[in-house]
């Protein structure tokens, strides 16, 4: 009895210390939740894309690449300009800016378009298609929440089963086993 409850304690200790899956398929593509943003907006449904999840069209009849929006999320963009691209930001480098209010920003060029929203550490931006109204983009950025664990697990890769070493097959053991 003492064995079955010294076993049954240590798997309880093993469960503890697993990181869940969220956590683990982050740590897989080097990335933090707080670089995955989502957003919601009337006659458009999520999709998700590798790292991003784009808009779409709920009419179907809709052809979904001219419509479609990204959405992005940057972490530890310092604060300052609000016309301030991010870095990687290629798109639109040399289109005109406009700051709507402190922390929100326009950017029209000729074949896109995208709003820049920071949000604490964070800065979000949204890019569009031309098709897409400035309206729909704006709502889109300002609506723009971090992704729930569900959203992550839809849009983050699997972990990798073959990689895993014998401590973290007895950890999800012992997972399976206490709970």
Same mark, same amino acid.
């Given at each position: 009895?003492?064995?079955?409850?010294?076993?049954y304690?240590?798997l309880t200790?093993l469960?503890a210390?697993?990181p869940?899956?969220?956590?683990s398929r982050?740590?897989a593509?080097?990335?933090?939740?707080n670089?995955?943003f989502v957003t919601q907006?009337?006659g458009?449904?999520?999709?998700?894309?590798?790292n991003l999840?784009?808009l779409?069209?709920?009419?179907?009849?809709a052809?979904?690449?001219?419509?479609?929006v990204? *959405?992005y999320?940057?972490?530890d963009v310092?604060?300052?300009?609000?016309?301030?691209? =991010? %870095?990687g +930001?290629?798109? &639109?480098?040399?289109?005109?800016?406009?700051v709507?209010?402190p922390?929100l920003?326009y950017?029209a060029?000729?074949?896109?378009?995208?709003y820049y929203y920071?949000r604490?550490?964070?800065l979000?931006r949204?890019?569009?298609?031309r098709? *897409?109204d400035?309206g729909?983009l704006?709502?889109a950025t300002?609506?723009?929440?971090? =992704? %729930?664990? +569900?959203?992550? &697990?839809?849009m983050?890769p699997?972990?990798?089963r073959h990689?895993?070493s014998?401590m973290?097959l007895?950890?999800?053991?012992?997972?399976s086993?206490?709970?």
């Amino acid at each position: 009895m003492l064995t079955l409850a010294a076993a049954y304690g240590l798997l309880t200790v093993l469960a503890a210390t697993t990181p869940d899956e969220v956590e683990s398929r982050l740590a897989a593509v080097h990335a933090t939740r707080n670089q995955y943003f989502v957003t919601q907006v009337d006659g458009l449904h999520p999709a998700p894309g590798l790292n991003l999840w784009y808009l779409e069209p709920d009419d179907p009849a809709a052809p979904p690449s001219p419509r479609a929006v990204s *959405v992005y999320a940057y972490v530890d963009v310092p604060a300052g300009d609000d016309c301030a691209r =991010a %870095t990687g +930001d290629t798109d &639109l480098r040399d289109a005109p800016c406009t700051v709507e209010r402190p922390g929100l920003a326009y950017v029209a060029g000729q074949d896109w378009h995208e709003y820049y929203y920071r949000r604490g550490p964070v800065l979000v931006r949204v890019l569009g298609t031309r098709a *897409v109204d400035r309206g729909i983009l704006r709502a889109a950025t300002l609506s723009a929440r971090p =992704a %729930t664990d +569900d959203e992550l &697990l839809t849009m983050l890769p699997p972990e990798p089963r073959h990689h895993r070493s014998f401590m973290a097959l007895l950890k999800g053991f012992a997972r399976s086993v206490v709970g």
